[in-house]
């Protein structure tokens, strides 16, 4: 199975299983109720080579905020305990990529300790149906749960559709490179002896 984890999360709000696994092959099975949320979530997979099983049940009724934020709670959440002491993991991983006329780059630092840094902006307010504002919000979701120093940033672009994508697939390649395990690192990559 490698490094994985299943979390549940039942709130007022929503309703989240999740399994997790961090050494996969980016294969999924995604169920937010939000297509465009479930097909970024298919792209950070595929490109991350995690799999993920997630199914979200959300007060969609309200608006996709509680979805996306908790989805992002518990991702962030199954990262952390999947990586468990984090020995021999590389920690750092970052990302610029090219998607059309978009540049994101995307940096993260498994350090224990969470900072967000988000400047991207959009130009509408959805994507299907998806609210861009909700992309700050379940990033910063995932870095604080984590407890990761998360930094995204877009380079260049105009089509909402791609600058978010871009995004989620930056994370994936930088996330996927900062879980590495790597033979040479003995215990943690910290002078301090712990992430």
């Avoid at 992309?135 to 120093?149: C, D, G, L, Q, T």
């Avoid at 909402?160 to 930056?170: D, P, S």
Wanted: proline residues 2%; charged residues 25%; glycine residues 10%.
């Amino acid at each position: 199975m490698g490094r994985s984890c299943e979390l549940n999360r039942v709130t007022g709000e929503t309703n989240i299983h999740m399994n997790l696994n961090l050494d996969g092959q980016g294969e999924s099975n995604i169920k937010t109720g939000i297509g465009f949320f479930d097909h970024m979530l298919n792209s950070f997979t595929r490109h991350g080579f995690f799999d993920l099983n997630l199914s979200v049940e959300g007060d969609l009724d309200v608006d996709t905020h509680h979805t996306v934020e908790d989805t992002g709670i518990v991702l962030g959440a199954a990262i952390k305990k999947a990586l468990g002491d984090k020995k021999s993991i590389k920690r750092y991983g970052s990302m610029i990529l090219p998607m059309d006329e978009t540049l994101i780059l995307c940096a993260i630092d498994l350090s224990g300790r969470p900072y967000f840094c988000f400047d991207v902006p959009f130009t509408t307010q959805r994507v299907g149906d998806f609210e861009t504002e909700m992309v700050k919000e379940f990033f910063y979701a995932v870095s604080y749960a984590s407890e990761m120093n998360l930094h995204i940033r877009k380079l260049a672009g105009e089509n909402n559709h791609h600058i978010i994508e871009g995004v989620f697939k930056a994370f994936a390649k930088a996330l996927d490179e900062a879980t590495m395990l790597d033979d040479r690192i003995r215990g943690v990559l910290s002078t301090k002896g712990t992430l």
